[in-house]
């Protein structure tokens, strides 16, 4: 599911520094689709650089380049930028720590909304939204600005639209009282979940 944008007012460059991610999927382990607006009220050209920071909570390790997606009404958001100066559209280059670097490649006109995609792996275990920040550099500096989050409820998570917010058991233990060989044993689960579980909602032990 892609989010629309909230737009903010900033003195630094983005006009909208647009939360990225319209996050697909809050479940842990799972593929999840992070989505990027951005609108600047100045052009960006051939040559700057655009980096997005703080998203280090997930299990995609260095990927030079990682492919962009096209997304609806994006504007070819996507073909703005390669993994680095003059390479090919449509990629960036991410590291695990959790920057993506993207080299604009094709001018990107002010005050005109441009949206792309870009795919990593969740963290095995539940895990907060972390603060995700922007900037540019090149022919305009761009300090580094909080990107907005869509503040929203995604698959039953509370807030599970905001990036790398990702749903799990905080504690998740088995155990048993007898190791006796053909006694009666008693297994006892303890879960604690980082959300609510709702009437009709399956949690499976395998």
Known sequence: MQQRDQCIKSDQGFQSIIYQ?????????????????????????????????GLADTQTADTDPLTLISVDEGNDGHLKFSNAQGDTAGRGAWAAAGTLTLHVVAAMLANTEYRFAFSVTNKATANASPSVNIAASGSADISAAAMTKPGT????????ADPLKVFGFKTKKIGQNNPTAWATNQITVTLVSNTDLAVNDIVTIT
């Not at 609108?39 to 960006?44: A, F, K, P, Q, T």
């Not at 409820?153 to 599970?160: A, I």
């Open 21 to 53: 991610i319209g996050q697909s999927n809050p479940t842990a382990g799972a593929t999840n689709i992070l989505t990027v607006t951005l609108v600047s009220d100045i052009e960006l050209a051939v040559n700057d650089v655009i980096t997005i920071t």
């Open 153 to 160: 409820d995604l698959s039953g998570v509370t807030g599970g």
